[in-house]
């Protein structure tokens, strides 16, 4: 996150400049947004839900998982027994109101493929929000689907569409076995339409196959539990929280199916990762302590970086696009996730100067399109109406074949090298604690990197670290640090059984860095 206009506003006047630019094709298109994804938001934009009746909404969400495909090996490819798919029914479409009343195991529909193979999967319609929302501008339904496959050409038709009646718009895809393979089964990538997609419905956790809508149900149905045990809240305001939830839920699920980081593989992230470390030693940055644990924390909270004796891997790409599908973030690149969708100044700049220095090379009429559209892709993905989704999608490769160019890796590499030298540099001047505790100071960083504002940390320290506290002695110091982690990383520092915090895990791993590297633990100005 770099100096600026605040991310708030910044995206407000995004929002609405890209409604200007869709609304030549779509004239009914609004800006709808409520200016901020907050409680009360979001309680302006259930106000007027109607919601069904306890025992046809099933409550979903999905926890994030990889690389899935929606292709299954199967000489029968049959739907499971029991009601019809809601696909293949009257009920699909727009034909429902919500996607919470749909959502139950004939949400899934089985296709026949070429060769033997089976789809498998949820197939979903997006559609803009009529009104106004606090968090996501696209609601989901189950699509309408017809399908057929000829087995004297040995291909498969796919028709999905908005409703069964009337004249609804459509999308047609034919897949044969060629098909398949220039896509590693990820037939999704086929829909040209930004209203349809295919979502698997089961995806690979720790070498098993996990039911996603199983998976969603027990989520979501927690998030209800919560929220009745809430003192004032009725159960009928509950379900309506639930409805917006699993919807807003399914998008994301979306989101990690379609993470354009897919496109890079683990050889090239360890790759990557060797050559940035490379880079920056060069520069000399692991010769100063602070700059050097500064980018160990953060690149390992950011992409997962791994730096050890025997070299460097990363779980996501460092130089070219990702979604890390949380809160209001956009695409991003980078050790330390520059968030085109979040950020905004120099930053933002540096990406666009890329991209148009690779197209002078490489002419490319998406990066065109992207450019001519830049206030819908610089929005958060879950802010972005259906066609500046799709865009954002459709782009993605191509914005990382410049971001992975020669000049967008020199390009970022200086920038990061900057980073490092202002960071370290600005929090020299925070007084009281961080004067003694190298681990605030590179919390501090951290976090404003990633919300804004290091600030949480200043305030932890105000509210745990008494002027009573031995802050004299390196021991007094280490005790500091563990009331202030605790108060960071747990929902009640006294009733562990409560829960951690969202992101605890960030200031853990900046724990561990700090203690791994630093002389003293990272204490300065102490005794002992």
């Known amino acids: 996150m770099v100096a600026g206009h605040s991310p708030a506003w910044s995206q407000s006047k995004n929002m609405n400049a890209c409604v200007q630019i869709l609304r030549h094709d779509d004239n009914a298109l609004r800006n709808r947004w409520l200016g901020k994804c907050g409680e009360d938001q979001l309680n302006k934009e259930i106000e007027n839900l109607n919601?069904?009746?306890?025992?046809?909404?099933?409550?979903?969400?999905?926890?994030?998982?990889?690389?899935?495909?929606?292709?299954?090996?199967?000489?029968?490819c049959g739907n499971a027994p029991g009601p019809a798919p809601i696909a293949l029914g009257p009920k699909c479409g727009l034909g429902s109101r919500t996607l919470s009343e749909n959502l139950n195991d004939s949400a899934i529909v089985s296709i026949r493929?070429?060769?033997?193979?089976?789809?498998?999967?949820?197939?979903?319609?997006?559609?803009?929000?009529?009104?106004?929302?606090?968090?996501?501008?696209?609601?989901?339904?189950?699509?309408?689907?017809?399908?057929n496959y000829d087995p004297a050409t040995n291909r498969t038709t796919i028709k999905f569409s908005t409703r069964r009646t009337g004249t609804p718009d459509s999308s047609t895809i034919v897949i044969g076995p060629e098909d398949m393979a220039a896509h590693g089964g990820r037939i999704d990538d086929l829909i040209p339409h930004a209203q349809f997609a295919m979502l698997p419905a089961t995806f690979v956790k720790d070498g098993r196959n996990v039911d996603v809508l199983a998976t969603v149900k027990a989520a979501v149905q927690k998030e209800r539990n919560q929220c009745t045990a809430v003192?004032?809240?009725?159960?009928?305001?509950?379900?309506?929280?639930?409805?917006?939830r699993s919807d807003a839920l399914m998008q994301e699920t979306l989101r990690h199916f379609r993470n354009p980081k897919r496109f890079v593989s683990g050889a090239d992230r360890k790759k990557e990762a060797e050559e940035l470390i490379a880079f920056l030693k060069s520069k000399?940055?692991?010769?100063?302590?602070?700059?050097?644990?500064?980018?160990?924390?953060?690149?390992?909270?950011?992409?997962?970086?791994?730096?050890t004796k025997s070299g460097a891997n990363a779980y996501d790409p460092i130089y070219e696009m990702s979604d890390a599908v949380a809160d209001n973030s956009g695409l991003s690149f980078g050790a330390h996730q520059i968030d085109i969708g979040a950020n905004s100044g120099d930053d933002v700049s540096m990406f666009w100067r890329i991209v148009d220095h690779y197209k002078t090379q490489h002419p490319d009429a998406l990066l065109d399109e992207a450019k001519a559209k830049s206030a819908?892709?610089?929005?958060?993905?879950?802010?972005?109406?259906?066609?500046?989704?799709?865009?954002?999608?459709?782009?993605?490769p191509s914005m990382s074949k410049a971001t992975g160019s020669t000049d967008g890796i020199g390009s970022y590499n200086a920038n990061l090298e900057k980073f490092l030298r202002n960071s370290t540099a600005s929090v020299a001047d925070l007084d009281g604690f961080f004067k003694k505790s190298l681990m605030a100071r590179v919390w501090y960083i951290d976090i404003a990197n990633q919300s804004g504002s290091g600030n949480r940390v200043r305030e932890g320290i105000q509210a745990v670290i008494k002027p009573t506290d031995d802050t004299t002695s390196c021991s007094?110091?280490?005790?500091?640090?563990?009331?202030?982690?605790?108060?960071?990383?747990?929902?009640?520092?006294?009733?562990h059984d409560e829960g951690h915090k969202r992101f605890y895990k960030r200031y853990e791993n900046i724990r561990d860095v700090v203690h791994a590297h630093a002389p003293k633990d990272g204490h300065t100005n102490c005794s002992g």
Request: glycine content about 4%; proline content about 4%.
């Open 51 to 76: 919601p069904v009746s306890d025992e046809r909404v099933a409550f979903k969400s999905l926890f994030a998982f990889g690389h899935s495909v929606v292709i299954e090996e199967s000489t029968t």
């Open 476 to 495: 007094g110091v280490a005790a500091a640090e563990k009331k202030l982690l605790d108060w960071l990383t747990w929902n009640n520092v006294n009733r």
């Open 284 to 307: 000399g940055v692991d010769k100063n302590l602070e700059q050097w644990i500064l980018l160990l924390s953060i690149a390992e909270n950011e992409v997962g970086l791994d730096v």
């Open 113 to 147: 493929l070429p060769d033997n193979k089976c789809a498998r999967f949820i197939p979903l319609l997006l559609t803009n929000k009529n009104g106004a929302f606090a968090c996501n501008a696209v609601q989901s339904r189950i699509a309408c689907v017809d399908s």
């Open 231 to 244: 003192p004032g809240q009725t159960d009928a305001k509950c379900i309506k929280r639930t409805i917006t």
């Open 376 to 396: 819908c892709v610089q929005l958060p993905l879950r802010y972005m109406t259906v066609k500046a989704f799709q865009l954002t999608y459709r782009v993605a």
